[in-house]
């Protein structure tokens, strides 16, 4: 027994060059695989996807070069007043309150905007970041002293993903209201692609319109496309240096039966605190946007001119912010 014995023990580690021992690998035996370890040493994992934002904000960057129409003369200060030659002015008294939840550098909630015309129409919302992820809204709208509108918005924001679900006008007792549902998915850290789908109903009626999207992130440009059973929106934004920007936006509805292309361009100027918009279209509508800080004071100019050749209509707009 004890010869048996000897003969099935191993035999011991060979010192190898030195001093160190080798240790035998019986025949067929397969070491297993290692992770890369990372010189800190801890294991090497992959990078995660971003979130790639809101649905609603595929076309925003693109939007975002293009002038706002302005028409008349609007002067704010938390106090809104709108003298136009084209509509009737008016007068509206806005408040804002931020809760003292942060965030983030420059986030704090709960956010409640408001502003009251002065015929008592009055414009709200409340903003309120529920967790981490989850973001509410509420927004509704009267008309004097009747109630119009109201939506409710909830947004989940995953690691590589964006949810959001929203509810317009719903009435039980009538069984009307708008359903809207937006999912927006990472694939790659340029690529991201999602749905939306809209439900609305009113009685006798009801429908469902679907559109899905697409979005490429370059190093200094971005690609949208979005298709639907409305039509196709497409857009393009680069931005060239730091001070300009450009984007192309190309609009197919079918339920208008029109198409359009438009072209858009921000011109930045830091050391004179200046931004220039500009913007032309495919139905020969030239706009352009000039805003100007007065700095050390606390006043912003804005001038806005708009002219539309197929209709031979002028628009002209200032603007004087305080705060």
Known sequence: MGSVLAASAPSPPTPGPGGAALVSVP???????????????QQ???????????????????????????????????????LSTQ?????RFGATYVGTKQTGPAEAFPVMVGDMDNTGSLNAQVIHQVTDRVRSKLAFQTQQQKFMNWQGDAEFKGEDYTAALTFGNPDVLV?????????????????????????HCRPGE????????????????????????????GSYYHKANDQMQVGVEFEASTRMQD????????LDVPKANLVFRGSIDSNWVVGANLEKKLQPLP???????????MKNKFQCGFGITIG
Not at 175 to 198: K, N, P, R
Not at 208 to 224: D, E, H
Not at 299 to 309: K, W
């Open 27 to 41: 025949p067929g035996f397969t070491m297993p695989p290692v992770s890369p370890v990372s010189p800190a040493g």
């Open 259 to 266: 198409t359009s292309v438009s072209f858009g361009y921000q």
């Open 175 to 199: 069984g009307s209201g708008i359903l809207v549902a937006h999912y927006l998915q990472s694939l790659t850290s340029s690529l991201a692609l999602g749905a939306e789908l809209v439900y």
């Open 299 to 309: 006043l912003s100019l804005a001038l806005c001119t708009f002219l539309d050749h």
């Open 87 to 91: 509509a009737d002015s008016s007068y």
């Open 206 to 233: 009801q429908g469902t319109v679907m559109s899905l999207a697409g979005r490429y992130t370059g190093t200094n440009f971005i690609a949208t496309l979005t298709l639907g059973g409305s039509g196709v929106h």
């Open 44 to 82: 090497e994992t992959e990078p995660s996807l971003p979130n790639p934002g809101g649905f609603e904000e595929c076309h925003r960057k693109c939007k975002e070069v293009f002038p706002v129409q302005m028409d008349g003369v609007r002067l704010t200060v938390n106090h809104n007043v709108l």
